[in-house]
């Protein structure tokens, strides 16, 4: 079983959102480790001990709220069951096997559909590139470079394979 002293507390779990089961997380610290986990497991503290759910979700709203959605949470209910229980996720390793692991996970995002906010579909991410010093996310077979760096990715949906990014004027026209 894992202790508070192997996490770091992201957030308060403050109300439901919607009807699928979303949750509102409020005083969100740490948001770019957050984004980090979305797809993989999170800790909710329950009842004195910490208890391992699969985050799926995590969207940014601003004003240190960000609302996230879990695998076995499937109804408004559900998500009001953990109402003002804090969320934790595993400490940061910076370590080799950190990058790799990091790596690993950009890997999973091949065959994601990259949307921009603002201009939409870009198209589907093909490869990484790893080789440079900044990881880029390859589209459309090379069409589109996305620098792999959580600061543009707005929104994950494991569900839909999508990955919403805020890119910066330009960056598709270089």
Known sequence: MISREQCTRIGTLAKPHGVRGEILLRNVEHLADLMEFCSGFVFIDID???VPFFLTGAEPTGNDETIISFDSISTREMAAELKGKWLYIPVQDTS???VVASETKRNSY???TA???ITGIIG???AVDESEMNPLFIVDDGRVLIPAVTELVVKINQEKKQIVFSLPAG???L
């Open 124 to 126: 589907i991410i093909t």
């Open 171 to 173: 960056l598709l026209e």
């Open 48 to 50: 004195g001990g910490l």
């Open 115 to 117: 949307i921009d906010e």
């Open 110 to 112: 091949i065959g994601y």
């Open 96 to 98: 080799k096997e950190k």
